[in-house]
């Protein structure tokens, strides 16, 4: 692994913490309410389910700022999951994708409480994201840094889709290669049977042959993935 992406990990480690349990729940009752719509809305983009488009997430709270922190790292927008959730996108796509399906608000809750970093500021710490599904009994498998190349040996779709697991991918990326101020982007890969399916990664319903492919194909290969899991049933 380069050191950059352990200095990267290592800081959302450290900037890893949870909301105030009144403000958790206050943006929790908001995000129910917010969701009865929304999901009936999402439903006819897509008909699975799956989130796609962040920047329609406007209504749902996920994090704190102050004025001064909007303006530095949000160029003064109000702090929402339009700007903060990829990663907890990402796993709510994947637990579609595994056939275990739970609320978007429930999801924000359980990052709000344990692995939001800064207040939601820097979203939430990717590795947050492997405890979320061990801690719901699911197998996950890491891979970082150079392990990311592990990855070519993965299965094809097909041979997926044929065993009796059920399976997800979620992977974080560099915007650009190896520039954490590119910024990072976390996304879910579903297995389709025509390929791997990227979420909420901007190009649409582009399927790739294989899933690394799928990971290293982000931005037309201009990004930098350090930091990918697989989960199965």
């Known amino acids: 692994m380069s050191l950059t992406s352990v200095i990267t990990l290592a800081v959302f480690k450290a900037l890893k913490g949870r909301l105030t349990d009144e403000e958790a729940e206050r943006q929790y009752r908001l995000n129910c309410v917010e969701w009865k719509d929304f999901s009936k809305k999402n439903k006819k983009k897509s008909p699975e389910g799956f989130l796609n488009e962040q920047w329609l997430l406007s209504g749902f709270l996920y994090g704190t700022a102050d004025r001064l922190?909007?303006?530095?790292?949000f160029k003064g927008r109000q702090i929402t999951a339009k700007e903060n959730s990829c990663e907890v996108m990402a796993t709510?796509?994947?637990?579609?994708?595994?056939?275990?399906?739970?609320p978007f608000p429930d999801v924000l809750k359980e990052y709000a409480e344990d692995g939001i970093c800064f207040h939601g500021i820097f979203g939430t710490d990717p590795k947050a994201v492997k405890k979320f599904f061990e801690k719901r009994g699911l197998i996950v498998t890491e891979f970082a840094g150079g392990g990311i190349e592990r990855l070519k040996a993965e299965e094809t779709a097909g041979d997926i889709l044929a065993g009796n697991r059920k399976r997800a991918y979620i992977f974080t990326t560099y915007n650009r290669k190896n520039n954490p101020f590119s910024m990072i982007h976390t996304m879910c890969i579903s297995v389709?049977?025509?390929?791997?399916?990227?979420?909420?990664?901007?190009?649409?319903d582009k399927i790739y042959p294989t899933v690394y492919e799928a990971v290293v194909g982000y931005e037309k290969g201009k990004s930098g993935p350090f930091y990918a899991l697989r989960i199965e049933t």
């Open 192 to 204: 389709e049977e025509s390929g791997f399916q990227t979420h909420n990664d901007y190009e649409g």
């Open 69 to 73: 922190q909007e303006k530095l790292f």
């Open 92 to 102: 709510y796509n994947a637990l579609l994708t595994l056939g275990r399906p739970e």
